[in-house]
């Protein structure tokens, strides 16, 4: 009959390396992934030989090695400790003492490993059946399991430390690039606006927006059209917004009233455009809009005379020009001239002869805009690429109207004024760059924050992960606004940081805590406050991980709140920690499972727990299919 070795290891690869290196000596090899999943197989079908890692979730090494030893069914089997991080002289006494016959360090070579596993199988080993010890010898042994454990766990802790030194100075280079770019943004004189693509409210708007609309960006922030527009003039901005949303494209809306503050009604030239995340999904709406108000008047003003026309002319801030429809010039205002490069008008006027092939970069654009002015007889928001006299390229957007002979029947030349907006157009890519790092940067320091505290807790290893995507998906299944489901995953991801302050030693006890310890675990949920309340978060995160462990009846910590003092994302993160805490394993007990965690809520619901939580966690569950990764 073939020898039947267990090999225990939480790693999938060196699990199928060490099963395939057995099988091919004819052993029969049975795997597990943890000490709990190797107990229950060993039970099943005792084998002749039991090969472990050592650190593992769940149950460890050296944790089953004890209580294979204390148990008669198992007492007999052989047991190898197989690892390769812990490697220290120590380690190995610690584990001979646990009644281990081996201690093999990774990497060995394939035929020295079995070499030394068939002395193993080969030994006539007589059954040595292990008494329980007294309390002294118990306590001397998860003394010396947590003095080991803790050591490793240390030099991890360093390991992040480093790792946490090097993401500060990322960071803080980040962060100076980003102040830049912001105050690039702030300083543009047109008002730019980013609304978040699923609900529409703003989420950031710069300094000229502020000076446009007559609000601070404090009131409009989280705000929609509705809350400072006319119902007609917001139903008009959200029909915009859909449609760019809808056709993923940029939308150019040559004019659009606003009704302003402290401005009265405005005009506006808006370019509306999606930010869309790497899978093509719009994620927010950018907007930019330049106040013409100004422009309109000017227009009016200069059909009501000649002479004021031509002081405008001579002076507006932009270039103005008459041109003839084979494209010659008839006229150019002094900023025009110098716009292009030209020391006056005269000059310019002198040496563009041909505007279609002097002036476009692109010369159908001249065609289009002729053909645009004939159908329509006037054009506005026409962007295109001008040459400079040094050759030099410009973007430019014109406006333009086409100007009739004497009696007014055939079209004889048409009048333009164009605006460099070439800084506008780069403010603008700069704008969508810094919301795609914020975005970026915000996850990647909350993954950061995540990893610091499962990093001291091994034990509880992705309970932070599970917890959050169960109150995700509770929220969802509530049917809350998407930008609250995002609020309560990132406050899920992070709602036990403050555990950074709690000593290892008690995060990973195995034996139930006693009342102090317990308490020194409470103080996490205010410690959590403490780190992250003056952190800028879109959401509360920091009041919905200092409630997460509130009641309804006012029994839960810190602050003893009741039901309507209490976050409704707070309620729902404690309805996804009960529920995965119970369900998951611990140092002290092995898990309860899904139906103990679901009748425990069900049994509390109204009392503790919200009852509309509890009755959508259930849902899940039960019929949803929900299960924990």
Same mark, same amino acid.
């Given at each position: 009959?073939?020898?039947?070795?267990?090999?225990?290891?939480?790693?999938?690869?060196?699990?199928?390396?060490?099963?395939?290196?057995?099988?091919?000596?004819?052993?029969?090899?049975?795997?597990?992934?943890?000490?709990?999943?190797?107990?229950?197989?060993?039970?099943?079908?005792?084998?002749?030989?039991?090969?472990?890692?050592?650190?593992?979730?769940?149950?460890?090494?050296?944790?089953?090695?004890?209580?294979?030893?204390?148990?008669?069914?198992?007492?007999?089997?052989?047991?190898?400790?197989?690892?390769?991080?812990?490697?220290?002289?120590?380690?190995?006494?610690?584990?001979?003492?646990?009644?281990?016959?081996?201690?093999?360090?990774?990497?060995?070579?394939?035929?020295?490993?079995?070499?030394?596993?068939?002395?193993?199988?080969?030994?006539?080993?007589?059954?040595?059946?292990?008494?329980?010890?007294?309390?002294?010898?118990?306590?001397?042994?998860?003394?010396?399991?947590?003095?080991?454990?803790?050591?490793?766990?240390?030099?991890?802790?360093?390991?992040?430390?480093?790792?946490?030194?090097?993401?500060?100075?990322?960071?803080?280079?980040?962060?100076?690039?980003?102040?830049?770019?912001?105050?690039?943004?702030?300083?543009?004189?047109?008002?730019?606006?980013?609304?978040?693509?699923?609900?529409?409210?703003?989420?950031?708007?710069?300094?000229?927006?502020?000076?446009?609309?007559?609000?601070?960006?404090?009131?409009?922030?989280?705000?929609?059209?509705?809350?400072?527009?006319?119902?007609?003039?917001?139903?008009?901005?959200?029909?915009?917004?859909?449609?760019?949303?809808?056709?993923?494209?940029?939308?150019?809306?040559?004019?659009?009233?606003?009704?302003?503050?402290?401005?009265?009604?405005?005009?506006?030239?808006?370019?509306?455009?999606?930010?869309?995340?790497?899978?093509?999904?719009?994620?927010?709406?950018?907007?930019?809009?330049?106040?013409?108000?100004?422009?309109?008047?000017?227009?009016?003003?200069?059909?009501?005379?000649?002479?004021?026309?031509?002081?405008?002319?001579?002076?507006?801030?932009?270039?103005?020009?008459?041109?003839?429809?084979?494209?010659?010039?008839?006229?150019?205002?002094?900023?025009?001239?110098?716009?292009?490069?030209?020391?006056?008008?005269?000059?310019?006027?002198?040496?563009?002869?041909?505007?279609?092939?002097?002036?476009?970069?692109?010369?159908?654009?001249?065609?289009?805009?002729?053909?645009?002015?004939?159908?329509?007889?006037?054009?506005?928001?026409?962007?295109?690429?001008?040459?400079?006299?040094?050759?030099?390229?410009?973007?430019?957007?014109?406006?333009?109207?086409?100007?009739?002979?004497?009696?007014?029947?055939?079209?004889?030349?048409?009048?333009?004024?164009?605006?460099?907006?070439?800084?506008?157009?780069?403010?603008?890519?700069?704008?969508?760059?810094? *919301? @795609?790092?914020?975005?970026?940067?915000?996850?990647?320091? $909350?993954? =950061? #924050? !995540?990893?610091?505290?499962?990093? &001291?807790?091994?034990?509880?290893?992705?309970?932070?992960?599970?917890?959050?995507?169960?109150?995700?998906?509770?929220?969802?299944?509530?049917?809350?606004?998407?930008?609250?489901?995002?609020?309560?995953?990132?406050?899920?991801?992070?709602?036990?940081?403050?555990?950074?302050?709690?000593?290892?030693?008690?995060?990973?006890?195995?034996?139930?805590?006693?009342?102090?310890?317990?308490?020194?675990?409470?103080?996490?949920?205010?410690?959590?406050?403490?780190?992250?309340?003056?952190?800028?978060?879109?959401?509360?995160?920091?009041?919905?991980?200092?409630?997460?462990?509130?009641?309804?009846?006012?029994?839960?910590?810190?602050?003893?709140?009741?039901?309507?003092?209490?976050? *409704? @994302?707070?309620?729902?993160?404690?309805?996804?920690?009960? $529920?995965? =805490? #119970? !369900?998951?394993?611990?140092?002290? &007990?092995?898990?309860?499972?899904?139906?103990?965690?679901?009748?425990?809520?069900?049994?509390?619901?109204?009392?503790?727990?919200?009852?509309?939580?509890?009755?959508?966690?259930?849902?899940?569950?039960?019929?949803?299919?929900?299960?924990?990764?």
């Amino acid at each position: 009959m073939k020898k039947k070795i267990l090999i225990v290891d939480d790693n999938s690869t060196n699990l199928y390396l060490l099963k395939s290196l057995l099988e091919g000596e004819g052993l029969e090899v049975i795997t597990a992934k943890n000490g709990a999943d190797a107990l229950e197989k060993a039970h099943a079908n005792p084998p002749d030989l039991i090969v472990s890692d050592i650190l593992m979730p769940v149950l460890d090494g050296y944790a089953l090695c004890r209580q294979c030893k204390l148990d008669e069914t198992l007492s007999h089997v052989p047991f190898v400790f197989y690892t390769a991080t812990y490697t220290e002289p120590e380690d190995e006494k610690f584990a001979l003492s646990l009644g281990a016959e081996g201690f093999i360090l990774k990497p060995q070579d394939p035929e020295e490993l079995i070499k030394i596993l068939a002395g193993f199988i080969g030994e006539e080993l007589s059954a040595k059946t292990t008494s329980a010890k007294p309390l002294g010898e118990e306590m001397e042994f998860f003394r010396h399991h947590n003095e080991i454990l803790f050591r490793k766990l240390e030099k991890k802790m360093l390991d992040l430390e480093m790792m946490s030194d090097k993401l500060k100075k990322e960071e803080e280079t980040l962060r100076r690039n980003e102040e830049f770019l912001s105050s690039v943004v702030e300083n543009i004189p047109n008002m730019i606006f980013v609304k978040e693509a699923e609900t529409l409210r703003f989420v950031k708007i710069n300094r000229a927006g502020e000076e446009l609309l007559g609000h601070k960006r404090q009131d409009l922030i989280g705000k929609n059209d509705y809350d400072f527009f006319p119902k007609d003039q917001a139903d008009f901005f959200v029909e915009k917004d859909r449609e760019v949303l809808r056709n993923k494209q940029l939308i150019d809306i040559p004019e659009e009233s606003i009704q302003t503050k402290h401005l009265g009604k405005r005009i506006l030239h808006t370019k509306k455009m999606p930010i869309m995340d790497k899978k093509g999904k719009p994620l927010y709406l950018l907007g930019i809009s330049e106040d013409i108000t100004e422009i309109k008047k000017t227009k009016e003003l200069l059909k009501e005379s000649e002479k004021k026309y031509r002081g405008i002319f001579e002076n507006a801030v932009m270039g103005i020009f008459q041109v003839t429809i084979d494209g010659r010039y008839l006229s150019v205002n002094p900023a025009g001239a110098l716009m292009y490069g030209y020391s006056s008008p005269e000059e310019m006027m002198q040496l563009v002869t041909n505007t279609t092939k002097q002036l476009y970069v692109n010369p159908e654009d001249r065609t289009k805009l002729l053909n645009l002015l004939e159908a329509q007889g006037s054009v506005e928001g026409f962007e295109t690429e001008h040459y400079c006299k040094d050759g030099s390229k410009i973007l430019v957007v014109l406006n333009a109207r086409l100007v009739g002979d004497a009696d007014g029947t055939m079209p004889s030349f048409y009048e333009v004024t164009s605006q460099n907006i070439t800084a506008k157009k780069i403010a603008e890519e700069e704008s969508r760059r810094v *919301l @795609e790092k914020l975005r970026t940067t915000l996850g990647a320091t $909350v993954q =950061a #924050m !995540a990893a610091t505290v499962e990093t &001291r807790d091994p034990y509880t290893a992705g309970h932070q992960r599970r917890v959050a995507n169960l109150a995700r998906a509770i929220a969802q299944e509530m049917n809350l606004y998407k930008d609250v489901v995002d609020g309560i995953r990132v406050a899920g991801l992070i709602h036990d940081i403050g555990k950074i302050s709690v000593p290892a030693e008690i995060l990973s006890k195995p034996t139930k805590l006693t009342e102090m310890e317990f308490n020194i675990i409470k103080v996490h949920s205010e410690t959590g406050y403490n780190i992250l309340k003056d952190i800028e978060f879109p959401w509360p995160i920091a009041d919905i991980v200092l409630q997460h462990h509130e009641k309804l009846n006012g029994s839960g910590y810190p602050q003893g709140l009741k039901n309507g003092q209490i976050l *409704l @994302e707070a309620k729902i993160l404690a309805v996804a920690d009960v $529920v995965e =805490a #119970m !369900a998951s394993h611990r140092p002290y &007990r092995a898990g309860l499972g899904i139906d103990f965690a679901l009748e425990e809520i069900e049994k509390n619901k109204g009392i503790l727990y919200d009852a509309k939580i509890v009755d959508a966690c259930a849902r899940l569950f039960r019929e949803k299919g929900f299960r924990f990764e």
